[in-house]
């Protein structure tokens, strides 16, 4: 039975983690602390739009991990299908909840910023719309994971899932591109932060996409951690059965 | 192979096989639009390229989970899966036979509902070529879903939340060839984004339709 | 020929058999015993195809596996016959005739197969195994919600089959009738479970 398993071993993973999760969740708080207090107090307002900008600090990380999220997921996904790391399937697991809960900062901090630069709350945007998708790709992940009772079948199941699902997004995103071109035109809106930020801006907004990465890690880390705990409490659980 | 699609058309066809179940969902949806909506032509005819679309997207949706599901419990999947035939072509087939049953019978009724929602006349040509470039990769991405959810108890609403977005690539160009064609506008750009997501999803998606089924057969 | 050796195998994650090992020859049977949750349905299936061994090697030649499990995969709204020609169109066998014969399906033919008792819907799965002319028969429970005479007929249909050359491996709790044919307890190879190390878990979090 070994040749199945021996790729993987959870018990190191427990005990790298154990000294490394501290470390890195005060790192993130650390790092976000010092890129919001600067962002927030320690940037000049914009001369357009006002002290409405420093929301960019929380949008554009949450939305960027959101993304990235994803993109961990599919790489663990695959790395569960084709070398069956147990623990690479629960870091996807672990991932999900924070990409979709990413992905609504994302939308809800859009939301409270459109409100007041464009008069409203949503536009069917290409941008927003992906986000949107997004969500609901998440919703469906988590929804699948959530179904199924073997955590193995699951396992296999949400991964051809999230590489399907990728392809898709994908499609989704250029889709919304080229749907919304007959509608207005979109563009104007854009969200990202432009070539005319300078600086002042850039240096706080790194250190905050830096300090939500570390988040993103740490709450990784811990969720996986409590993934394999219940894992091995269900296969306990068996044994005892068994016995 | 062939032996397969006869029997999953014959099942279909007979009493209890939910044949015509999508075209009457169809059919409800083109009356219920206009009562929800109000009867103005001007209005109903600039909806109508997404209405239709979305109708026929959603009766595909509806016989999604008779798919795999009546196979599934009274044991014929565990048979054809040991049967000299390759799992990729069995899940071919049942996307065939669902694309047949369900979305062909669409497409023909189509120009139908057009007209209950004063669809221009214009747009008929392209909303009858664009579904039918369409709804095949409708049935196969729903043979995925299908066979993602196929031994799962709370599996027919499930396959809803996993399919619609799965869906929206080809909704969106779809409904675009109507909506440009019932304009007067060129239609060759969503209609070959279209064509491709179809080959694409026909080529690719049973050999992962096909991977899950195995991985829940186990 | 088919030989299993050292094969275990595992239900979800959990491992059930290991170490299974036995030979089938031409004309022989092999009888699985055990109690129920040991594995015999999972090691029938692991035999079949459906899903992988964890370890250890199935020795045996494609595509001469015909397998039969709880559910006989029965259409209810196909008559007897469309059901059977179904499966002898898959398996590329044309004729339903001698099936439906050794099974005493003849006068059912026509019938929905709605309207046949649960005893008669089981003649018709096991007819779908002459069907096959397949020589390696893995049946799991083939005799459950048979009558004391559809078991005789059972018996008489894998005398012929292995009379004829063929293999039969067949989980059962009941007496076939069949003194030829040789039994395995599977309570043999039941999974030790794995003795957990220092306080520590491997990757079966055991």
């Known amino acids: 039975m070994a040749s199945l398993w021996e790729y993987a071993n959870p018990l190191k993973f427990m005990r790298t983690t154990d000294w490394l999760l501290p470390v890195v969740s005060v790192a993130a708080l650390v790092v976000t602390s010092i890129g919001l207090i600067w962002g927030f107090f320690f940037t000049p307002d914009d001369f357009r739009q006002g002290s409405t900008v420093k929301i960019v600090f929380l949008h554009v990380p949450a939305a960027m991990m959101a993304i990235n999220a994803w993109v961990m997921m599919l790489v663990a996904s695959l790395v569960w299908l084709i070398r069956r790391h147990h623990v690479s399937a629960l870091a996807a697991k672990a991932a999900a909840p924070i990409g979709l809960t990413m992905t609504l900062i994302g939308l809800i901090t859009g939301a409270v910023w459109g409100q007041p630069m464009w008069g409203t709350w949503w536009a069917w945007d290409p941008r927003l719309t992906s986000f949107l998708i997004l969500l609901l790709f998440y919703l469906g992940y988590l929804a699948l994971w959530s179904a199924i009772e073997d955590p193995d079948t699951g396992a296999d199941l949400t991964a051809v899932l999230c590489l399907v699902g990728s392809v898709f997004a994908l499609l989704s995103r250029y889709a919304a591109i080229f749907w919304n071109q007959g509608l207005h035109q979109g563009a104007s809106l854009s969200l990202a932060p432009g070539t005319r930020m300078d600086w002042a801006y850039k240096a706080p907004l790194y250190t905050c996409m830096l300090g939500f990465g570390l988040i993103f890690v740490a709450l990784v880390l811990a969720g996986t951690r409590t993934e394999i705990r219940a894992r091995r409490m269900k296969a306990l659980v068996a044994r005892e059965r068994m016995a | ?218 | 020929m088919f030989q299993v050796r050292a094969l275990a195998c595992a239900r979800g994650s959990l491992l059930l058999l290991e170490g299974v090992q036995f030979s089938l020859r031409r004309g022989h049977a092999l009888v699985l015993r055990g109690p129920n949750g040991c594995g015999k349905t999972t090691l029938l299936r692991t035999i079949a195809g459906l899903q992988r061994p964890i370890a250890g090697e199935i020795d045996v030649e494609a595509d001469i596996i015909a397998y039969a499990g709880h559910a006989d995969g029965i259409k209810s709204t196909l008559t007897v016959a469309e059901n059977l020609q179904f499966w002898a169109d898959i398996y590329g066998t044309k004729t339903i005739d001698s099936a439906l014969d050794q099974m005493n399906l003849r006068g059912l033919a026509q019938r929905m197969a709605q309207n046949l008792s649960a005893g008669q819907k089981r003649r018709l799965g096991l007819a779908r195994l002459i069907v096959t002319a397949r020589p390696i028969w893995v049946l799991d429970e083939p005799t459950v919600s048979l009558d004391t005479a559809s078991v005789a007929l059972f018996a008489n249909v894998i005398r012929d089959h292995l009379g004829s050359g063929g293999m039969a491996l067949i989980a059962t709790h009941i007496e076939l009738g069949l003194p030829e044919v040789e039994v395995l307890d599977l309570s043999a190879f039941k999974a030790r479970l794995p003795t957990p190390g220092d306080g520590g878990f491997d990757e079966a979090f055991l």
């Open chain 2, 1 to 218: 192979m062939s032996a397969l699609l006869i029997r999953d058309l014959r099942l279909a066809l007979r009493a209890g096989g939910g044949f015509g179940l999508g075209l009457a969902f169809f059919l409800i949806l083109a009356v219920l639009v206009p009562l929800g909506v109000g009867p103005d032509p001007g209005t109903l005819a600039r909806i109508a390229p997404g209405i239709l679309w979305l109708g026929a997207l959603l009766a595909c949706l509806l016989s999604l989970d008779r798919i795999f599901a009546l196979d599934f419990e009274d044991g014929s999947l565990d048979l054809l899966a040991t049967a000299p035939v390759p799992l990729e072509a069995v899940v071919t087939i049942k996307a065939l036979a669902h694309w047949l049953t369900t979305a062909l019978p669409l497409v023909l009724v189509s120009p139908l509902m057009g007209l209950l929602l004063f669809l221009p006349a214009e747009a008929y040509l392209w909303l009858i070529l664009s579904l039918t470039l369409g709804t095949p990769a409708l049935s196969v991405i729903g043979t995925f879903g299908a066979a993602l959810t196929v031994g799962l108890k709370r599996g027919g609403l499930l396959v809803s939340l996993l399919v619609l977005p799965l869906y929206i690539p080809t909704l969106v160009f779809g409904a675009e060839v109507v909506a440009r064609g019932a304009q007067g506008l060129t239609v060759a750009t969503p209609l070959a984004l279209l064509s491709g997501i179809t080959f694409g999803a026909v080529a690719l998606l049973p050999f992962a339709s096909a991977m899950v089924l195995r991985i829940n057969l186990r």
